[in-house]
């Protein structure tokens, strides 16, 4: 089976940097990826880590660890509008096919 | 503009009747999943299908859900009886065509109220 695990909630301030952590178990990894969720709509993609390393995208990072099963998904120059639901999800292949996990997701607040 | 399209949006019904989800995925795209989402669990995998083959549901109620792609333009997830834990947000999804390893694009969810 497959393990996620991310912090429940976290505030950051407005122009601030947060960082969200994400590790995780499974076998036949195949692909890391971060989802921001806002209430009342659907999960949107954020990024994609399938090798080591960090990826940039804007103000939006994220690196991977294969070795150590952890992720962090970096957010710079908070705005307001960052307040969303962010979602760890890894994908594993098995049984034929690719199989699509997601934690529990960050709450995260971000305030004046 | 590819999307994935799923009706109803929102579903009001009664203790013990059938309900009837539907998604119509991004053309391309083989693989499907369905997924529940509810304030307590977060986003629980229900179902996935591979080329319209069902390959995991073990997420699901056997007893009382079902879920099918009867074609490569529909996927749909029953639900009979229904019981007033059946509330939540259904998401479909679809994603990683063959020919690439891209994200899972989100349908706009079928909120569920069982009464």
């Known amino acids: 089976g497959q393990n996620i695990d991310q912090p429940t909630e976290m505030t950051a301030t407005e122009g601030a940097i947060v960082q969200i952590n994400c590790t995780y178990q499974?076998?036949?990894?195949?692909?890391l990826f971060w989802y921001q969720q806002h209430a009342g709509e659907a999960p949107t993609f954020l990024s994609y880590?399938?090798?080591?390393g960090l990826e940039e995208k804007g103000r939006f990072s994220s690196f991977l660890s294969r070795s150590k099963g952890y992720s962090y998904l970096l957010l710079k120059e908070l705005q307001m509008k960052d307040s969303a639901s962010y979602l760890c999800?890894?994908?594993?292949?098995?049984?034929?096919?690719?199989?699509?996990?997601f934690g529990t997701g960050t709450q995260l607040k971000v305030e004046l | 503009d590819a999307r994935v399209t799923q009706t109803p949006r929102d579903k009001v019904t009664e203790m013990g009747q059938e309900v009837t989800m539907r998604c119509q995925p991004i053309?391309?795209?083989?693989?499907v999943f369905w997924y529940r989402q509810t304030m307590m669990q977060g986003l629980e995998l229900l179902a996935y299908?591979?080329?319209?083959?069902?390959?995991?549901d073990s997420g699901m109620p056997k007893d009382r859900f079902s879920a099918e792609m009867p074609d490569a333009t529909l996927a749909t997830l029953k639900i009979q009886p229904s019981e007033p834990r059946d509330s939540a947000v259904y998401f479909c999804?679809?994603?990683?065509?063959?020919?690439?390893?891209?994200?899972?694009?989100f349908g706009q969810g079928t909120r569920l109220t069982v009464v």
């Open positions: 999804a679809s994603g990683f065509p063959p020919q690439g390893n891209t994200e899972a694009f």
């Open positions: 499974t076998s036949g990894f195949n692909g």
């Open positions: 880590n399938v090798l080591d």
């Open positions: 999800a890894v994908r594993a292949l098995t049984g034929g096919g690719n199989k699509l996990t």
């Open positions: 053309l391309g795209h083989n693989t």
């Open positions: 299908f591979r080329n319209r083959a069902p390959l995991d």
